[in-house]
């Protein structure tokens, strides 16, 4: 997700704005899709401690990679589908942190991994350069929790600009992978939306964090960032990095990106690689500060994701507006429990996805 008031999120914004007209709608009242009233999920309350068995973890164990394919450890197909955190030095409320919220999402919208977003260089307090200790406090709590609650959990090195702090991104994954490694619960996300490199660079980067996470956890799936926020996925898979249980981002945008960045995709999958969407939202590329919304669209890119069986984390968890990526309307209760009263934005039709 674009840093918030960057000059470059309204440059793709001033952009793109224009190319998902059809299928807008306000964020306050979002529709289903068509003929499909039943897709914006339910909003029971089965509860946060129901003895829910199994967990997505014991159904599926250890993940890895076989061709362009995540799969469990017993060799079938795994979508994994859930939400990302909102930056987290950015967060209105500690809901990704907050272990009953994670398990009444487990048991409700069935979430299977959720994703820890964790600010790296931005000029906030709260980021892994500004305050390590308190950033990495974040992301561990959030995997603990993922680990307690039987989901799988993405731990995302959030950033634009990482191949700049190279070192910083060596030391803490080296420093998380020896604390899990051996969990099945954990993903690593090397690089969230890269920008001002290009892929041979790009590469560079890629090599030494793996090689730094493997030293630790020979066998944990690495999701690896794309040029251009994670939208050159064509250019990754046709000249991948080494190694295996690697995947590739894709993000995208409803209300931005359409139909030739699902082409880019399917190009990468023809090539062999394995995708992971590890942010979307059925919004313009700013994370909808407009309020409005393109599920029409967002429609087609979760039928092409079911497709191919990719799996996907939602952005974000928050409470805040006028933000129609935001699941929350300000102030809903940290502790789960959300009915649609406290839903915003997108997040009927992200829960309905889940759902699915």
């Given at each position: ?15 793109f704005s224009s190319a998902c ?308 309307v300000p102030g809903a209760p ?10 915003h934005g997108h997040a009927k ?8």
């Amino acid at each position: 997700m674009l840093a918030r008031g960057t000059a470059l999120a309204a440059i793709i914004f001033g952009l793109f704005s224009s190319a998902c007209d059809s299928g807008r709608t306000t964020a306050t009242t979002p529709p289903p899709p068509a003929g499909d009233a039943a897709n914006e999920g339910s909003d029971d309350d089965v509860g946060a401690d129901d003895g829910l068995a199994p967990t997505p973890v014991e159904v599926n164990g250890h993940l890895q990679v076989v061709g362009a394919q995540l799969q469990n450890e017993n060799g079938e197909a795994v979508q994994l589908k859930g939400v990302s955190s909102m930056w987290l030095n950015w967060e209105s409320q500690a809901y990704a942190e907050d272990p009953t919220a994670l398990r009444w999402m487990r048991n409700n919208w069935k979430l299977s991994v959720i994703r820890a977003a964790m600010g790296v260089d931005v000029n906030s307090t709260g980021t892994l350069l500004n305050d390590p200790e308190i950033a990495k406090a974040q992301v561990y709590a959030i995997v603990d929790n993922a680990i307690a609650a039987g989901v799988y959990v993405l731990v995302d090195f959030h950033s634009h600009e990482a191949y700049l702090h190279l070192d910083e991104s060596l030391a803490f994954f080296s420093e998380i992978s020896e604390k899990y490694s051996g969990v099945p619960n954990v993903i690593y996300e090397t690089y969230n939306e890269p920008t001002g490199i290009n892929w041979p660079d790009l590469k560079k980067y890629h090599e030494a964090v793996v090689a730094a996470i493997r030293e630790q956890d020979p066998e944990a799936p690495i999701v690896l960032g794309t040029p251009n926020y994670s939208q050159g996925v064509d250019q990754a898979a046709a000249d991948p990095v080494e190694g295996t249980n690697l995947l590739y981002t894709l993000h995208y945008y409803s209300c931005t990106h359409r139909a030739a960045l699902r082409q880019k995709g399917d190009i990468a999958l023809a090539l062999g690689a394995a995708l992971f969407v590890t942010e979307w939202g059925a919004t313009d590329a700013d994370g909808g500060r407009d309020g409005l919304l393109c599920l029409d669209e967002a429609q087609l890119w979760d039928d092409w994701m079911n497709a191919h069986k990719i799996s996907w984390s939602a952005w974000k968890l928050d409470g805040c507006e006028p933000d129609s990526s935001c699941l929350l309307v300000p102030g809903a209760p940290v502790d789960g429990g959300w009915t649609n009263d406290y839903l915003h934005g997108h997040a009927k039709f992200v829960r309905g996805r889940i759902q699915q």
